[in-house]
T-cell receptor
């Protein structure tokens, strides 16, 4: 296993369009996290899954955002009706269980024009 | 209010110098992790500290977890240009509630000049 994989690495979209990102975690990891990072800031928590169950969502996750992890393996993060303020790096991480080491993917850089 | 305060925010030093960056909080964390991130890439895990007072060494990097598990430091000896990057601390188990994920500081931007 080569670690957490995210696709695409870069996405440029026009305001108002929908975008979807994919994350493939490390295979034996039960927990999967989504974070958003803007320039000069640390990552901010968006949501996480324990297997297929979405257990918590940050207040940062507006109703335009939805995340799924249908079979407890890969996850998708969809943003509907994108806004310029959605431009950021979207990071996915996975860990074996709670409070164990979390490993990040390379991120998806979203630019909304 | 940032749960994890990192200082300094920016640091630029010459190759060969020593430096220390800090990660402080008023909250107790069950463990802290340190990451290094390069532009356009995801954070890469450097170390996890779990026990209060714990010291871990990774080549020229020394990590310490405070006795009360509220703070941590990273000391780099004889810094090299390859150490340049954004250093992030992140904590599990914020005892005050909130998101059940890693809580990050804003990071220390470190530049090592040749």
């Amino acid at each position: 296993d080569t670690g957490v994989s995210q696709d695409p690495r870069h996405k440029i979209t026009k305001r108002g369009q929908n975008v979807t990102f994919r994350c493939d975690p490390i295979s034996e990891h039960n927990r999967l996290y989504w974070y958003r990072q803007t320039l000069g800031q640390g990552p901010e928590f968006l949501t996480y899954f324990q297997n297929e169950a979405q257990l918590e969502k940050s207040r940062l996750l507006s109703d335009r955002f939805s995340a799924e992890r249908p079979k407890g393996s890969f996850s998708t993060l969809e943003i509907q009706r994108t806004e310029q303020g959605d431009s950021a790096m979207y990071l996915c991480a996975s860990s074996r269980t709670e409070n164990t080491e979390a490993f990040f993917g390379q991120g998806t850089r979203l630019t909304v024009v | 209010t940032q749960l994890l305060e990192q200082s300094p925010q920016f640091l630029s030093i010459q190759e060969g110098e020593n430096l220390t960056v800090y990660c402080n909080s008023s909250s107790v964390f069950s463990s802290l992790q340190w990451y290094r991130q390069e532009p356009g890439e995801g954070p890469v895990l450097l170390v996890t500290v779990v026990t209060g007072g714990e010291v871990k060494k990774l080549k020229r990097l020394t990590f310490q977890f405070g006795d009360a598990r509220k703070d941590s430091s990273l000391h780099i000896t004889a810094a090299q240009p390859g150490d340049t990057g954004l250093y992030l601390c992140a904590g599990w188990g914020y005892s005050g509630g909130g998101a059940d994920g890693l809580t990050f500081g804003k990071g220390t931007h470190l530049i090592i000049q040749p």
